[in-house]
């Protein structure tokens, strides 16, 4: 018997219209389809109001109010917000465990992902003893822990300083690249698009926000220098 592989994620969107009394309806989103293979690291790569948050919560199911469909959502998802959004009054490791829990998951993955992160030794400690590089790096142990089928990052790198970004950035690649986990990651930066994805998704001005998908050629920093320059190409607002 042949073995089954998972169906990819599809994000449809026909139209997102946002509406307030007595004013006409907005469009923010029209004609978006995207799909998402199994273990992919896909980056949602423009700049702010182009409507990446938009298609993240219609992705994840927190916005329902929209003409089209996401096909094949997995129930398990880890998401790192642009706040860490730990539970203040619980430590770092009654935070991962309150997740696995929640998940249904095991809790003997705890202390190994608190090491696989670099917080060795600071599970006991409560949130606001952390730098925001420290708290992201829970926020992202947090998402592994339950074990997910879809990883989300939503601009997980934004307010750190560039030499912290840098080793988040690094850190976030590895682990990515060590769960093939399917992953999308919502940036407005191109380095963290070009250092972590294997293929970008660029969005530009709304309503009809998808620009255009491109794959990253196999290889290493010579590849990289190529889709620079395809970027630069086709959608050069982006690749500055």
Known sequence: MPDLQPAPLILD?????YRRAGYPATEALRDLRLV????????VLGPSGCGKTTALRILLGLDTAFEGEVRHRPDRIGVVFQEPRLLPWRSIEANLRLAATAAGRPHDQVAPLLERVGLGGWGSRFPGELSLGMARRAALARALV??????????????????????LRVLLGELIAE?????VLV???????????????????????????LEKPKGSAGSLALLRRELARRFPEQAG
């Open 179 to 183: 769960c093939g986990i399917t992953t």
């Open 146 to 167: 339950v074990e997910p089928e879809l990883l989300v990052l939503d601009e997980p790198l934004v307010s750190l300083d560039d030499a912290t970004a840098s080793r």
């Open 187 to 213: 940036t407005h930066q191109l380095e963290d698009a070009l250092a972590m994805a294997d293929r970008i998704a660029v969005f530009g001005r709304p309503p009809h926000s998808l620009r255009g998908v």
């Open 36 to 43: 998402f293979p199994p273990g992919s690291v896909t980056a």
């Open 13 to 17: 969107i026909r139209s997102k219209r």
